[in-house]
């Protein structure tokens, strides 16, 4: 997609707390690396507090759940940059799932890096580095049936 043209996108229909949201990325990233699951499947993301699902075969244990809080802090104080780009469908590199994208998303994608340490399609809200989000804490977390639940929340600069 060349830089001049305007994007067309589908209507983005909620309004993030940017700094939880962008913590978001990174613990999915996390997870991801952490347990070789998908991103989360279910997630509500509010300034208070916020929730992430993952399907998990078994509970993390308690020194886990303390490294994943480790390694989402460590990627914040890092300072990464949090960018942006429009690309098209075809442009989409094949290790992003575009498997949760509404049927009726548009062909133009925007992408998000959080520095080099993830990227996915969002329409959402984000800081413009991680420093910006502050603290990240894990304030509960439950496990049933495969799934695992992260509640947290953020500490804005």
């Keep these: 997609m060349s830089e001049k043209e305007t994007p067309i996108l589908n209507e983005h229909n909620k309004q993030e707390y940017p700094p939880a949201h962008t913590a978001e990325h990174i613990l999915n990233q996390t997870m991801v690396r952490m347990f070789g699951c998908t991103r989360s499947r279910v997630n509500h993301i509010e300034r208070k507090k916020s929730k992430c699902n993952y399907d998990l075969p078994v509970c993390p244990t308690e020194e886990q759940i303390r490294q994943i809080e480790a390694e989402v802090n460590r990627i914040i104080a890092a300072d990464m940059p949090v960018t942006s780009r429009y690309v098209t469908r075809d442009e989409v590199p094949?290790?992003?799932?575009?498997?949760?994208?509404?049927?009726?998303?548009s062909d133009t994608?925007?992408?998000?890096?959080?520095?080099?340490?993830?990227?996915?399609?969002?329409?959402?809200?984000?800081?413009?580095?991680?420093?910006?989000?502050?603290?990240f804490r894990i304030s509960s977390t439950s496990y049933a049936d495969g799934n695992f639940r992260i509640v947290f929340r953020v500490a804005a600069v």
């Design 94 to 105: 094949a290790s992003i799932d575009l498997s949760k994208l509404p049927t009726d998303a």
């Design 109 to 135: 994608l925007r992408l998000v890096y959080v520095g080099d340490y993830d990227v996915c399609p969002c329409l959402g809200a984000h800081v413009e580095h991680t420093s910006e989000i502050g603290s």
